[in-house]
């Protein structure tokens, strides 16, 4: 967790945890040469004891000649403002200061004093409100949180442990009032769900950290190959992401972790994304083409012949692509149809052309002979997504389509040996050679 030379900032609160981990933070100094900072959050949340736990810190550090920043947050109104917790305010303001300090100097690693009732704590909090695996393996000992490297030391030993290790030594810590209130989740696991379970038990927690334990190396191995399925079924363009119907023959908790990367990757977050909104998208890829769901943070999953479509916030609409148009006679010209070129029958065009996006009544006319299809079924027979077919741009003839830029020609415009004068047409911006 800690390397030589490297700069570690410690969250203190005041509170037994913290003060442990900083004492044993700064005795390993004495065995690796590291810098040591120490971080203290007012969340202005109990006022006088709020000051008190800050000076104590202060004072604390000022003993042990370890730097301390002290940042204070209004986390009440702040979770009044943006709708949430002031459990969620908290932790949204502890990473803030985090960050802020780390940006202040060289790089770094935070130190947190989470420990083996956390552990336990947090895999009981995430098996109520609905968790995989990933839930299960609780706490991580290393991990990212905001591009930063968060390291937690103490994750494998018990509160207990650790006020006992603090009396021996005579040292004091300050109590958090609020940690008795049950008006917060955790306290109200920790106060009423923890005991009981230890009265079962009285291993309880240490089994559950060990289980915590090898479901992290489950979740790391099973990790390792959705990367894989998701390299081969998942493609990304900008805020778009394809996933191939391939995935939905692969095993069905493959095809769970797959999905909620891709949905994680589009939303740029991992709060919120459930197993409600993964099952969602495997229902769609069984269901009917063409159909959609709404998920999380304003994205749409579309399923186009069972390859699903995820895009985040609204499709964005296509402008026309630009055609330039020429007339010439038909004598001696050579047509080499292109990709981006075309060649049209000029004596033929019964009205202005006209290039537009799809109308009711389009066709095409699809056989030497004259047979005609409607637009919409040329669409489905070409399995183009439902999402993208008012954004293709049209050559038209009244309602029959010459061409559908990008895709196919009108039979009944090509150029034949009785052509007069024929008329070109290239998409503007791309090669000519295309």
Partial sequence: MIETGDRVIVGVSGGADSVCLLFLLKEY??????????VHVNHQIRQEEAKRDET??????RRMQIPCTVYSYPVPQIAREKHMTEEEAGRMVRQKAFCTCMHQGKSGKTALAHHRDDLAETMIHNLVRGSGINGMAGIRPVTKINHMCVIRPLLEIGKEEMKDWLIRRQISWVEDSTNEE????RNRIRHKIIPELTKINSNAVAH?????GTFLLAEEYIGSQADMLYNRYVKQKENTMEIDRGLFEEHLLM???VIRKALERLAEQKKNITMNHIEAVKKLAAGRSGSRVSLVYGITAWQNYGTIRLVKGKSATEELRELEIEIFPMENQQIQEKKYTKWFDYDKIEETLCVRKRKTGDFLTVTREGGRKKLKDYFIDCKIPRETRD???????GSHILWVVGYRISEYYKVTTGTKTVIRVHVKGENENE
């Fill in 29 to 38: 100094r004495k065995r690796k040469d590291f810098t040591l900072e120490v």
């Fill in 56 to 61: 104590f810190v202060e004072n604390l550090c």
């Fill in 182 to 185: 049950l008006s917060y989740t």
């Fill in 208 to 212: 559950m950290a060990d289980a915590a």
């Fill in 255 to 257: 095809q769970s972790y």
């Fill in 391 to 397: 954004n293709i741009t049209l050559l038209a003839d």
